[in-house]
Every structure is written in C-alpha cells, then in structure tokens.
C-alpha cells in the first residue's frame, strides 16, 4: 500500500471559558447568574429586498424592532443597533458585494453579535377590523441555527394606527420568545455550538481515506477522528459515516468563546481544521497536498487533494 509522509501535530483541545458562572456563600444554596448574548434586531427582508432599504419602506418594521429591542434591553440582553451599525459598516466601506444576501451575512459579521433577530411585520385590512402580525426568528450568527420562533397577532380592533397594533402584536409573544432563545443560547453556552464538518478527496487525487499515516500506524480517517475528539468541546462529536473518499461528521461541539474571551465562530474552526490538515499532509516528495476550505452557514467543507 502506498504510504505518504504525515506530520501529526495536535494543538491542545480547546476548553470553554464563556460559561455559566456559579456562586456559593456560606449557608446559602448555590446560584447561577445566566450569560447574556450580544443581539442585533434586524427587519425581515425577502428576496430582492435590500435590508439596508427596507425600514424606510416599511415604517412598522421599525415600530416592531425597537419593540423586540426594548424587551431585550429589560433583560439585561447586549444590543446592538441595527441602523446604527448599518450607518458604520457603509461609512467604512465594510460591504464588498451589491449581492442582498451578502449584505446582510457581512452586517451580522461585522455586528459582532451572538445572535440576530428577524422581524417581520405586517398589516391586514378588514371589515371586522385592522390587525397586525408579527414574526420574531432569532438565529445563532455563527451557524444560522435556529433558536426561537414565534408569531404574534395584534387582534382585530377599528383603527388604523398600526404602529399601535404592530407593538400590541410584538407583546403578545415577546416573553416566551425570550425564554426560548435564552434556554437555547444557554445550552450553546454550556455545551458548544453544533456545527458539522465533510471531508472529501479531490477527484483527481490519488489520496484515500485508507492511506496510512507514516510513522503513526493510522489512516487519515482515524487522523481527522482523533483530532475530532481532541478539538471538539469536551470531545463532543459524532460521525455519520466513512468511505474511501469522504468522511462525514455530523455533530461537532465548538465553543462560544476562545481562550481570550473572543467569539468562536465557524469560520475560525475551519481555520483551524484547515492548518491541521495542511500541517498532516505531506507528499512523498515532503510537499504539501492541497486542502481547500469551505462554510456554509453551520457546515464546513473540506477538500483534500
């Protein structure tokens, strides 16, 4: 069987300081003061509208926005203000695309939030009365998981201040909404972000999962397992299954936070099972083979040629 030279370099795993802190006093029962995300409220936009247009189009989407916003805030959530960061972002030039879609995954980057919110609200005029809806989304900004929904609806009364229902409509379910998404975040806090992970061979290569790691008596497939479960938090992962030419984890643990207390996302795992595998893999001749990276929101694709 055809051997490749690997060197193996583990990085030490990675550990969780962004936890859930704990107090205890002398006579008193133990408590536990809860994290609180960073959230950034953000309209719902459909496809072809442009987010940084769509409140001045829709004036009750701000009505409901400052309505979510003003919950968080008497939470004791971190905010951070979806226009205002808009203004900076295009003051700074920060967009690189036109691209709608790429606008609005560039602000919530740029945002440093944990979380972002989608608001939509919209109106409905009857004879038996006006009302209003409105649809809270919260999401994890890394991964894009969903972590609360909820759909408010104002009722129907004869008015046609719709500002007035939009609010109505977000009180309605503001508060489980809340609870929602806080449990949720709770558990990322506590046990690590979820997201998954491919490896696939390039076709044109004539590396295969079954190649032997020299000096290490190891597949490359039992390679990446083992730095799996050394770099996934608390050695949380799961793998869906192995061929000659992929492998797929479909449940990888990440922290929330890095050791210095920055935010841990996705893309900073996929870095750091990008040098890995450039640091593994090596040719006969001891150059390195090519390792191509990819994310799409909580995936991370890996291609190894």
């Known amino acids: 069987m055809r051997k490749l030279l690997f060197l193996l370099i583990l990085p030490v795993a990675m550990s969780i300081p962004f936890c859930l802190l704990s107090q205890t006093t002398a006579g008193t029962p133990e408590t536990k ?22 409140l001045d189009a829709y004036p009750h989407q701000r009505v409901a926005i400052a309505k979510a916003k003003e919950a968080f805030d008497n939470r004791g959530f971190n905010t951070t ?19 709608l879609t790429d606008v609005k995954t560039q602000l919530i980057e740029y945002s440093g939030a944990d979380i972002y919110v989608e608001v939509e609200a919209t109106m409905d005029r009857s004879n038996s009365g006006n009302s209003a809806q409105v649809i809270l989304s919260a ?26 229902l939009t609010a109505k409509a977000t009180e309605t379910v503001i508060e489980d909404f809340l609870n929602v998404m806080q449990s949720k975040f709770t558990d990322i806090v506590e046990n690590g972000r979820l997201v998954a992970l491919e ?31 050394d770099n996934a938090l608390k050695g949380n992962y799961h793998t869906q299954g192995t061929s000659d030419l992929k492998i797929l984890f479909d449940v990888v643990r ?25 640091t593994l893999l090596r040719k006969d001749n001891g150059a390195k083979v090519s390792v191509k990276k990819e994310t799409k929101g909580g995936t991370i694709f890996i291609t190894i040629g």
């Open 33 to 54: 003061s809860t994290v609180q995300p960073t959230i950034m409220v953000i309209p719902f936009a459909k496809e072809g509208q442009d987010i940084r247009k769509v």
């Open 81 to 99: 203000d979806f226009v205002a960061k808009l203004k900076e972002t295009e003051m700074r030039q920060v967009f690189t695309s036109d691209n």
């Open 139 to 164: 999401y994890d900004a890394s991964t894009a998981a969903s972590l609360s929904n909820k759909v408010g609806f104002s009722g129907k009364f004869y008015t046609e201040d719709f500002g007035k």
């Open 199 to 229: 490896f696939s061979i390039a076709p044109d290569s004539d590396l295969r999962m079954s190649t032997e790691i020299q000096g290490q008596d190891l597949p490359l497939s039992d390679a990446l397992e083992v730095w799996m479960g």
């Open 254 to 278: 990440i922290p929330l936070k890095d050791s210095n207390g920055n935010a841990y996302s996705t893309n900073k795992f996929a870095l750091e099972v990008f040098k890995f595998c450039r």
